[in-house]
């Protein structure tokens, strides 16, 4: 079973920017995708974005799209989420996770890190 831990978040302004970070225990090339959900209280999971580990194919909600890039550093075991233009509405628990497809959908993740906040407020 993977371990991942994810680091990064903090407190931004409306309009600021961070860069999270997922940390394998494994290579994570051994995966066929990796996937950044966030959770805002009261609310469901929802994905974010998502890379292949083949081809780097990406997916991102829509709520992403212009603002947030996935990418992987294979030989350093490390998956990242860039944001910039963050919105309070960015506001929640990221998380990491390992997977079987590349999809934005909770349920083709087999393991998943314990999360990073993030919270945009002025």
């Known amino acids: 079973q993977a371990q991942l831990v994810e680091s990064g978040g903090g407190l931004v302004q409306p309009g600021g920017s961070l860069r999270l970070s997922c940390a394998a225990s494994e290579s994570i090339s051994d995966y066929y995708s990796i996937a950044w959900f966030r959770q805002a209280p009261g609310k469901e999971r929802e994905g974010v974005a998502c890379?292949?580990?083949?081809?780097?194919?990406?997916l991102y909600a829509d709520s992403a799209k212009g603002r947030f890039t996935i990418s992987r550093d294979t030989p350093k075991n490390t998956a990242y989420l860039q944001m910039n233009s963050l919105k309070p509405e960015d506001t929640g628990v990221y998380y990491c996770?390992?997977?079987?497809?590349?999809?934005?959908?909770?349920?083709?993740?087999?393991?998943w890190g314990q999360g990073t906040q993030v919270t945009v407020s002025s």
């Open positions: 890379i292949s580990s083949t081809d780097e194919d990406t």
């Open positions: 996770a390992s997977g079987r497809v590349l999809i934005l959908k909770a349920w083709g993740y087999d393991d």
